[in-house]
């Protein structure tokens, strides 16, 4: 193998190896101080200036403003299914949910529990989530207590390219897959939050950032750990949080402003998201699985012809043999899938699109 | 300084040395695969193997048997004050509560909100919390749910060093701090729960240890993150966990093995904190905070004279700048604490007691 592996896995995923190689040069001396960050009291100076400095980072990068609180909390996006409504929901008022598939499935699920009755202002089921459709057309009732979107589904490998208007009522999006991926503009949005574990970080931490009316909706009745209120008015150091997740995702979005920022970013993205497209579409073997209009800059799914699993399954390990890591589909949708995410360099997508068409003709 | 750096830190804290410098070896590069653990799938073989070595770790170091599930979840000790009564009430009978300090409050605090009746078996703060009792006189309704005791209170420095009787009552312990740390008979509790992040790895990661009857109790209307039964069936792997963490109390773990297991760690503790509390009690200067019937040989609090503050900020701030971390009381009692965790060496407590002589005559 004359190149480096590359790692197409949907997360937790590749990070920059530059992040990599400084964190395992101050692993056991951490700047000096004799130990390592990870064993580093999260009350001490050390950690208050990693944690201080990655919500600074990534206030800059997405353009938070002062009207928005930014916490590092635990649990994962699944976690926040629940306790976005715990907090958010009214009794009485609807959520609208715009359904794109698996990850709005399982939020819509945790509604349900909690009693919230759901208005489905987009069903993407009758295109089997093949497509995001047209979001200009999607009308938002404004007596809901919030609208819900999945901004990226990784399974499905369908983006939303614009968010919808819900006029006054706050817009809540899951963002693990694509946050910081291309620029938006976070005063649309009541909440944003995102499983770090993709285009951020390790995995153990989910950024919530919450526009600072919405957490006095949270009745009594919710646990401690389980209110916004309780993380905001601690800095995320109610308990302790993931010390080890924050210091990575501080050193993630260190590399992201050297890089240039999120705008920089978005166009090596969209560069490298446009090549694989490229190949597939002008391949004789590859198809796309979902409409163009709706591509994934994130998560490209693929299959051989109209799904040949037996050549699919070669294509895995050969990719795999060949040092192309975790390009097997999501196992609800099968298939092929490559992650490219903000840290996937674009010698990763050029290699792999040198081994598809290799083994287009090979295999034709 | 002709010593290591000690961090007496009561969490996040040290690390054994050996895993400490294994990580950082292996950091980019897992076991020759190309890329680091951090960023491998928890749906991959090289995690498959890490998540299932750290639960056989941990069930041969405990002693668990088939009886109960052995649980990597996240949200610390504090999200299971309120996970454990969401799981585990029952409508109609009571919580017994073991009172022996704030990690108790907070516990109970959870139950209270969740709407459960405390029975308040031992109440602690007729002594300020210094003392955990005579547990052998405590006495368990046993119509209650379940007891529920802290086995070790890292901020007054107490544990318990034998455990209630509880009947049939299942009961739940809060181990954080000093699951590990000795030999305890798994058998004889309904529900262990320790966050990672003193004995056994980074924070991030919660273990839980619950007996295979007890997670049917739970009502369809806890979210599904929130319920045992969740993680049980999905073998902790129901969203991404915390891989990282879970990948460092591998290591850990591996580590207490090759030391001969928790009753060779055992002694050691014992002899670290017996050498340790003897300085204190044979000092013209320190006095130790707590009865020693209920001495924590994981948190050893103590105080300068009847609490001189000024001498105390001297002793913290000499004894930092002598590579000698973490010695500063909880602020919620003030005073010195050195937590001498498993991964705390012998040297550590050496360097420190000469340290205190030293101190105590320069400044008597």
């Given at each position: 193998m004359?190149?480096p592996?590359y790692?197409?896995n949907?997360?937790?995923?590749?990070?920059?190896?530059?992040?990599?190689l400084?964190?395992?040069?101050?692993?056991?001396?951490y700047?000096?101080?004799?130990?390592g960050?990870i064993?580093?009291?999260?009350?001490?100076?050390?950690?208050?200036?990693v944690?201080?400095a990655a919500e600074?980072?990534?206030?800059?990068l997405?353009?938070i403003?002062?009207?928005?609180?930014?916490l590092?909390?635990?649990?994962?996006a699944?976690?926040?299914?629940?306790?976005i409504?715990?907090?958010?929901?009214i009794p009485?008022?609807?959520?609208?949910?715009?359904?794109t598939?698996?990850?709005?499935h399982?939020a819509?699920k945790?509604?349900?529990?909690?009693g919230?009755?759901?208005d489905?202002?987009?069903?993407?089921?009758?295109?089997?989530?093949?497509a995001?459709?047209d979001?200009?057309?999607?009308?938002?009732?404004?007596?809901a207590?919030?609208?819900?979107?999945c901004?990226?589904?990784?399974?499905?490998g369908?983006e939303?390219?614009?968010?919808p208007?819900?006029?006054?009522?706050p817009?809540?999006?899951?963002?693990?897959?694509d946050?910081?991926?291309h620029?938006i503009?976070?005063n649309?949005?009541?909440?944003?939050?995102?499983?770090?574990?993709?285009?951020?970080?390790?995995?153990?931490?989910a950024?919530?950032?919450?526009?600072?009316?919405?957490?006095a909706?949270?009745?009594?009745?919710?646990p401690?750990?389980?209110?916004?209120?309780?993380?905001?008015k601690?800095?995320?150091?109610?308990?302790?949080?993931?010390?080890?997740?924050?210091?990575?995702?501080?050193?993630?979005?260190?590399?992201?402003?050297?890089?240039?920022?999120?705008?920089a970013?978005?166009?090596?993205n969209?560069?490298?998201?446009a090549?694989l497209?490229?190949?597939?579409?002008?391949?004789?073997?590859?198809?796309?699985?979902?409409?163009?209009c709706?591509?994934?800059?994130m998560?490209?799914c693929?299959?051989?012809?109209?799904?040949?699993?037996e050549?699919?399954?070669?294509f895995?390990a050969?990719a795999?043999?060949?040092?192309?890591i975790?390009?097997?589909?999501?196992?609800?949708?099968?298939g092929?899938?490559?992650?490219i995410?903000n840290a996937?360099?674009?010698?990763?997508?050029?290699?792999l699109?040198?081994?598809?068409?290799?083994?287009?003709a090979?295999n034709?």
């Amino acid at each position: 193998m004359d190149h480096p592996v590359y790692n197409f896995n949907a997360g937790p995923a590749v990070l920059p190896k530059p992040v990599m190689l400084k964190a395992q040069e101050e692993f056991v001396n951490y700047r000096g101080c004799g130990y390592g960050i990870i064993e580093e009291s999260h009350r001490a100076a050390n950690f208050d200036e990693v944690i201080q400095a990655a919500e600074a980072n990534l206030r800059k990068l997405m353009g938070i403003s002062d009207d928005y609180e930014v916490l590092f909390l635990q649990g994962g996006a699944s976690l926040q299914f629940a306790m976005i409504p715990m907090n958010l929901m009214i009794p009485g008022k609807k959520i609208a949910v715009c359904d794109t598939g698996e990850w709005s499935h399982k939020a819509m699920k945790e509604m349900k529990i909690l009693g919230a009755d759901v208005d489905l202002v987009f069903d993407g089921s009758a295109n089997k989530f093949s497509a995001i459709g047209d979001v200009k057309s999607w009308k938002f009732d404004q007596d809901a207590a919030y609208a819900y979107i999945c901004a990226n589904n990784t399974i499905y490998g369908t983006e939303y390219h614009e968010y919808p208007d819900t006029g006054n009522v706050p817009l809540v999006a899951d963002m693990s897959s694509d946050i910081m991926s291309h620029v938006i503009d976070v005063n649309r949005f009541g909440l944003i939050f995102a499983g770090a574990q993709k285009n951020m970080g390790p995995a153990g931490v989910a950024l919530v950032v919450i526009r600072k009316d919405l957490p006095a909706r949270c009745p009594e009745t919710v646990p401690t750990m389980l209110r916004y209120s309780t993380h905001i008015k601690s800095k995320s150091l109610f308990n302790t949080p993931s010390t080890f997740g924050i210091y990575m995702i501080r050193l993630v979005t260190d590399w992201m402003l050297e890089q240039g920022g999120v705008p920089a970013i978005q166009k090596k993205n969209e560069a490298k998201a446009a090549k694989l497209y490229a190949a597939i579409d002008n391949s004789p073997m590859f198809r796309g699985t979902c409409c163009k209009c709706s591509r994934s800059n994130m998560n490209v799914c693929f299959r051989i012809g109209e799904g040949n699993e037996e050549l699919e399954k070669k294509f895995v390990a050969e990719a795999k043999a060949a040092g192309l890591i975790g390009l097997k589909g999501h196992r609800a949708v099968g298939g092929l899938r490559a992650s490219i995410y903000n840290a996937m360099p674009e010698e990763g997508v050029d290699t792999l699109i040198a081994f598809m068409d290799d083994f287009a003709a090979k295999n034709a």
